[in-house]
């Protein structure tokens, strides 16, 4: 099942930058997401020790959207166990929100850039070559009051707001003190284990506020979509520390990130999947691509990060990849894959036509949040109908430059302790989400692999070998020279 967490906060940052083994930090994942204030974060995810089965975080999908004007999380983590059994925590900057989302948002971009591996051409009997992290909208009620106790908890702990968010009861709470705001948590049935006691305290000595959420009853698991939280101008950053009270022994991570920027995590390291090494097997039709992800993601103690996905403009270019939705509509695009899925899910025909969004993200205006709806640069031109989450993410860049990034990680749990940063990378070269296999594996009889032998396949000669074996033959000649002159 998935649930929703998400915040954003402000933590020391640590000296994470020399990747020697004597330097490493506990905790690899620190995500800088704008330029300005303070903010807070990282939700966790608790059930009760006598909750029914074993409960755990085992996944986690994330998109961050990094402008100047403010930072934007969604963040959707695979929970096992009950969901009326759940309580999910968030310290937050005072004046961050939470809207609603969609889970087609996620399924777009997984779509459009999960790694796609092609085998290799054949050549058979000498002819030509052949080639062989869904719920609906969540609705928030601002006016809405939940279903729980009107108690008010200790006089330390003040109750900023209460709602119903979709399938949830929402209340965001204020607190001087660490130990009244956990008496609160368990005389309001929020239930958060004693070792969360100590980061509990550091967010309140930061002056978070904090988000407590939970499922109202008779909701079920089929109910728990996703939101995201909006800093409006805020530093956002991305600590796992509370995270790490739900994960057992490790945690998958596919995180996007839509800048002005291709990404990258200097205090991880980036690891490859070489071409080279990809192999296609005839016989089952499939490659060794996720082995050789695996055994990648593995390297370092697991301290690393491979990027699968990387390209500017990726929301405005019609044809990053042929999709299609689960009714078959056949797209072009991740916005149009976006509504179309969305609108699917809802089973309503799609608020805007398909190509419309598209043609407004090709543009070279910096998007801003108010404005005229009917026209670009405002934020509410590339809105349709209630799906909001591209515009969403729009607010402060110009649509046409965006980068979109995907970063994957399989952390172990000491990865996390403690924070280091996301920042541009300093390569702007595009990653292709394509992959073509250079080797084969039970080939059909009289076929092989076109271009591919047994033979040791040489490698093109390093140039400064090549300049001191030509000033080696200068050398020579003029030696002969005098010995002949």
């Not at 915040?7 to 930090?25: D, I, Y």
């Not at 899910?345 to 709806?373: F, Y």
């Not at 349709?384 to 399989?410: F, H, I, K, Q």
């Not at 076109?450 to 390093?462: C, E, F, H, L, Y």
Request: charged share 20%; proline share 6%.
């Amino acid at each position: 099942m998935f649930c929703s967490a998400m915040a954003l906060r402000s933590v020391p940052r640590h000296p994470c930058g020399a990747m020697s083994l004597a330097r490493w930090c506990l905790l690899v994942v620190a995500l800088i997401v704008g330029l300005a204030s303070r903010a807070f974060a990282c939700g966790g995810c608790f059930s009760p020790p006598q909750a029914t089965g074993v409960s755990e975080v085992v996944g986690h999908r994330m998109v961050f959207a990094i402008s100047n004007e403010r930072s934007v999380l969604w963040d959707q983590f695979e929970y096992s166990g009950s969901p009326e059994e759940f309580s999910w925590v968030l310290p937050i900057q005072p004046g961050a929100y939470l809207e609603e989302a969609e889970q087609a948002w996620f399924d777009a971009l997984d779509a459009a850039t999960e790694a796609s591996v092609s085998s290799p051409a054949l050549a058979c009997g000498g002819g030509t070559g052949q080639s062989g992290c869904a719920c609906g909208a969540m609705s928030a009620d601002a006016s809405g009051a939940s279903a729980e106790s009107s108690y008010q908890g200790p006089p330390s702990v003040q109750v900023v707001d209460r709602r119903t968010v979709g399938p949830y009861q929402v209340v965001t709470l204020h607190s001087e003190a660490g130990d009244e705001l956990f008496r609160w948590f368990d005389d309001n049935g929020y239930f958060v284990p004693e070792d969360i006691a100590p980061i509990i305290e550091a967010y309140v000595s930061e002056g978070a506020d904090f988000i407590a959420v939970k499922l109202r009853p008779g909701q079920g698991v089929q109910q728990m979509t996703p939101v995201r939280v909006v800093t409006p101008g805020g530093e956002g950053i991305l600590p796992l520390r509370m995270v790490a009270a739900g994960v057992r022994d490790q945690v998958d991570i596919v995180l996007y990130v839509i800048g002005e920027h291709r990404y990258r995590m200097p205090d991880l390291v980036e690891v490859f999947v070489s071409d080279a090494e990809l192999e296609w097997d005839f016989t089952r039709n499939d490659s060794n691509y996720l082995r050789l992800r695996q055994s990648a993601l593995s390297e370092n103690g697991g301290f690393s990060y491979l990027t699968s996905f990387a390209l500017a403009g990726a929301f405005a270019d019609d044809g990053v990849r042929s999709m299609s939705t689960a009714a078959g509509r056949f797209v072009t695009s991740i916005s149009d894959l976006y509504v179309a899925q969305a609108a699917e899910a809802d089973d309503v025909p799609p608020p805007c036509a398909l190509g419309v969004l598209p043609a407004r993200l090709d543009t070279p205006l910096r998007i801003v949040e108010d404005g005229d709806t009917q026209t670009l640069p405002a934020s509410g031109a590339l809105e349709c109908g209630n799906y909001t989450d591209l515009a969403a993410a729009m607010v402060g860049l110009v649509p046409r430059a965006a980068w979109l990034t995907r970063l994957e990680l399989t952390l172990p749990r000491t990865a996390l302790a403690m924070d280091c940063i996301l920042e541009p990378h300093d390569s702007t070269a595009a990653v292709s989400a394509f992959r073509s296999a250079a080797k084969a594996k039970n080939p059909p009889a009289g076929c092989e692999a076109a271009g591919i032998s047994n033979a040791t396949v040489a490698r093109p000669m390093n140039p400064a070998l090549i300049l001191w074996l030509a000033l080696g033959v200068v050398a020579v000649a003029l030696t002969r020279r005098r010995a002949f002159g």
